[in-house]
């Protein structure tokens, strides 16, 4: 009898980070140090945040299939953790998703060209697409939601500034109230617990 190990598929998802200074966009971060701002953006991919994010959004901890077997030996860890490194175990199915996106995602910088590559490995090619994905688009959601935070302090700082100089009826206080309503609104769209603008990342 010859044992068959099961198929495995890898999906893999290509992120060039922003490398430009939000205010000063001709002036690219890149030139100052690129390799760590790389790198500080690849940490941030495989983060809590991130990584609970994407087992919340495909409800890996409602089917811990989905994103990987429990073995017996995954249960055989889990008793030794339990009995001898009670710390260091995983109490909940959210817990060993998270964890097990942890282990499994992989995470790759070119130091060249500045990409990151975000891989992941399971049992069907759609699986494995669906939470590469989740993990891409989570990362840039996270970046999208910081910018729109940066704007809408800018425009405040901005509307307390214009209001010292020209109070509070002159066109131009009028105008940059405006701006920080909209930043406002798009922030406050962002943090939709629906879909928080991750199917439309436009900015």
Known sequence: IIPVMPRQYSAVALVYPDLFSEQQKIVPLGSVDAASIVTSEARLIVSDAILQAVVRRLGLDLNPEAGGSHSWASEGLDWFRAMFLPETRNHSPFDRQVAMLRNKVEV??????????????????????RVVNAIALEYLWDKTNHRRRDAVSAAEGELARQLMIYGEKHPKVLQVAEALNAARAALKAGMDPEDGGRGAIVD
């Open 108 to 129: 790759m910088k070119d130091t060249r060209s500045y990409l990151i590559s975000i891989s992941f490995t399971a049992r069907s090619a759609d699986e494995a697409a």
